[in-house]
Every structure is written in C-alpha cells, then in structure tokens.
C-alpha cells in the first residue's frame, strides 16, 4: 500500500486551463504538505496544512490553492496554468506539525508541463 | 535566499569505498537536520536525522555529522553500494518550515 499518493503522475495541458492534483495519505498523519521542484531540483514548500490550519507560502501565486475534504487529503487546484507553473509537485505528509520528527513522507510526484 | 546549500551537484564513488556528501547552512536557527534519498520518478525518502544538540548520528552504514559553528552537515556512507546511487537532500527546519538544498547525485560504481 503506497503510504501517500498523489494523481496524477503525469499532467500535460494548456496555458489559462485550470488543473488540480489529488494527494491521499493512509499515514494517519495530523500535517500535510506541497512542495514544488523547479527546473534548477529545488524543493520549495507551497503549503501546509494542520487540520483546520493553513500556513501558505507568501511567494506561492494566489492561482494555486489547496482543498483538504478531510484530513487524509489534500488537493491542489491550480487556475490559470502559466508556463512557469511548469515543474514537478510532490505531496508530503507529517505525524507532527512541522514535522518535528524529522520524518516527512512524500508521495511519488505529479509532474506538470504547462505549453 | 536559499538557506540550505549542497555546492556538489554530483558525486561518484567506487563500491566499498566511503561516500561523502556535503551540505551547508546559513541559518542558525535551525533546531533539526535531515538526509533525504531520491530515486527517479520516485518521492525523496527519510534517511537520517540530527538534532542541532548533537554532533553525530549513526544508523548502520549512514553516519551524519554536524559541525554547528562551521554550519555544515555532512552524510557519510561506507561502505558504499550500488543501491545507494540516487540523489540525496540536505534538509533542515526551523519551526514548521523544512528548508532544503537542491540535491547532490551519488553514482556508486561497481
């Protein structure tokens, strides 16, 4: 059983469409992330989210959004695709907030080629 | 403003011999460092961890060291295998926030 998950693996589309990625974790963790590797391998977080708490990056465009039905999952929406969107996504999930454990689990990633 | 840096992009190693990667931070507020290992088309998996307490961490063949007023960490692997070829991240948090470098790829070779 894969621990998280994340679908699509692969996602080719157009610039202006909106897109989302789906993220479960069958971990029972309490925090769940995004991080976006960009074309120079850097992992950047986007988001995290602590049951009802969402810490957003402020650097993160306001075209992306996260959507958590409940604590098993969290979604990323993403409006208004532009090309430097354009990356690999990876879901990520934590037993404590802020992962204090030092143990993030990360999902196999969902690359987006934005044309 | 990339607070967690791995200046090697790359790293090759012949098998049995000791594997060395490096990392440096510019952060002292880092309270926890952590080894990420990446295989491709893969999610980055936990190695290894330190507290910001300690100075060394051990875990069979992975021995992390850290060296808090040089603000550098260093992963060592011995003896290397060819399973171990992969790209390894350097991570470090601070509060809720995990900082990480951009990798450093390890080629073990037989």
């Known amino acids: 059983d894969t621990a998280v998950s994340q679908t699509p693996k692969y996602l080719v589309t157009q610039m202006g469409n909106d897109k989302s990625i789906k993220c479960e974790q069958n971990l029972g963790h309490d925090t769940m992330y995004w991080y976006k590797q960009d074309s120079k391998k850097f992992l950047k977080i986007m988001f995290s989210y602590n049951n009802k708490e969402l810490i957003i990056n402020e650097t993160v465009p306001n075209r992306f959004s996260p959507k958590s039905p409940d604590k098993a999952h969290l979604n990323l929406h993403i409006n208004s695709l532009e090309l430097g969107d354009s990356a690999v996504y990876f879901c990520a999930s934590s037993r404590t907030r802020g992962g204090l454990t030092g143990e993030l689990f990360f999902g196999e990633g969902s690359r987006l080629t934005v044309l | 403003d990339q607070q967690v840096k791995q200046n090697s992009p790359s790293l090759s190693v012949q098998e049995g011999r000791i594997s060395i990667l490096n990392c440096d931070y510019t952060?002292?507020?880092?309270?926890?460092f952590l080894w990420y290992k990446k295989y491709p088309a893969e999610g980055p998996t936990f190695l290894i961890s330190?507290?910001?307490?300690?100075d060394k961490n051990e875990d069979g063949r992975f021995t992390v060291f850290l060296n808090k007023s040089a603000k550098h960490l260093s992963l060592h692997i011995v003896p290397s295998q060819p399973g171990d070829s992969a790209v390894y991240f350097c991570a470090a948090i601070t509060g809720n926030q995990f900082y990480f470098g951009t990798g450093t790829s390890l080629t073990v070779i037989p």
């Open positions: 330190i507290s910001s307490i300690k």
């Open positions: 952060n002292s507020m880092f309270d926890y």
